[in-house]
């Protein structure tokens, strides 16, 4: 079955990438596998005229949107992600008509339309850096809250407002179930990302991106780490520090729409090159701005 990827691939000159939450299978076989951030930046380096990318829908986009001139394929087409439609253009414009100096800050978990009505994308890796680089002194976070609200506790310096999205694997991991998973491990600290309820971000020993997570964990001295994310990152940590001992808070942790990615589905779009993600001229210009403008001010030292 490798070796069948590896022969579609180099016939199509097509590439392979993967988010850490989709199947391990999966992962296995790509050539690039990493967060929303790396992945974005990859879509844009790579010399391949095909990307098949596993992941959910708004991924696909960002990857045509950067690379309107290659083909980009999305294995499984329903595979979507609920936060990244919690957000309306028409709350966005009345924001813009009633606060001065507002700049609309876009999580990149979102669709290609919601993007082409804000000024800059982030990712959880680098909202920060970002926002600091940002000279507006009001933002609109948009779609989701927790990471919004994560972000503002980090700039004091700028007010934020926020909207009312999530996701809803994060959303399930509350403080108390955080809580018993210290009882069970009371050696493990517990890494979560900023998705989750400030509950438990504020119960966490650190909080980070996916791959600020798999770094953290990499690095630190503890033997049993407790996981408050999605658990296709799992494959990853284990893979890397085959010696430690992890847990998911919860058995709950699963993105359904990350996990109809699958192998056969991988092998069948290779083939028949079918599922195109196909954007809009228009459209594709007006998301491409705030995407680019990501790029570049995440490259920037902190202002």
Do not use: W
């Not at 966005?92 to 609309?104: G, S, T, W």
């Not at 028949?272 to 490259?299: F, Y």
């Amino acid at each position: 079955m490798y070796n069948e990827i590896q022969r579609l691939k180099n016939e199509t000159d097509a590439v392979l990438l993967a988010h850490y939450y989709v199947d391990k299978e999966v992962q296995k076989v790509s050539d690039y596998v990493g967060d929303s951030y790396y992945l974005a930046k990859i879509a844009k380096e790579i010399p391949q005229k095909t990307i098949l990318f596993s992941g959910v829908y708004f991924m696909g986009e960002s990857a045509k949107i950067l690379n309107p001139e290659k083909t980009v394929l999305l294995p499984e087409l329903s595979a979507d992600c609920p936060m990244a439609h919690m957000a309306r253009t028409e709350k966005i414009q009345q924001m813009r008509a009633e606060i001065d100096d507002l700049a609309v800050v876009c999580y990149i978990n979102s669709t290609a339309a919601l993007k082409a009505n804000c000024d800059v994308c982030v990712t959880s890796s680098n909202a920060k850096t970002i926002i600091q680089n940002l000279p507006h002194k009001n933002i609109f976070f948009i779609p989701d809250v927790h990471l919004g609200r994560y972000i503002a506790s980090l700039v004091p310096e700028k007010k934020f407002y926020f909207n009312d999205g999530f996701c809803p694997v994060h959303q399930r991991i509350t403080a108390s179930q955080v809580a018993i998973a210290r009882k069970e491990h009371p050696f493990a600290p517990v890494l979560a990302h900023p998705e989750c309820d400030f509950s438990v971000l504020q119960s966490a020993d650190y909080v980070g991106s996916t791959s600020g997570i798999i770094a953290y964990a990499s690095s630190c001295d503890s033997q049993e780490i407790i996981i408050a994310t999605e658990v296709g990152v799992l494959y990853e940590l284990e893979k890397r520090n085959p010696h430690k001992k992890f847990f998911a808070v919860t058995s709950e942790q699963i993105c359904n729409d990350m996990k109809k990615i699958t192998l056969d589905k991988v092998i069948s779009t290779l083939k028949t090159k079918t599922n195109q993600i196909e954007i809009s001229e228009d459209l594709r210009k007006k998301a491409l701005i705030p995407l680019n403008r990501m790029l570049e001010l995440a490259a920037k030292p902190t202002l």
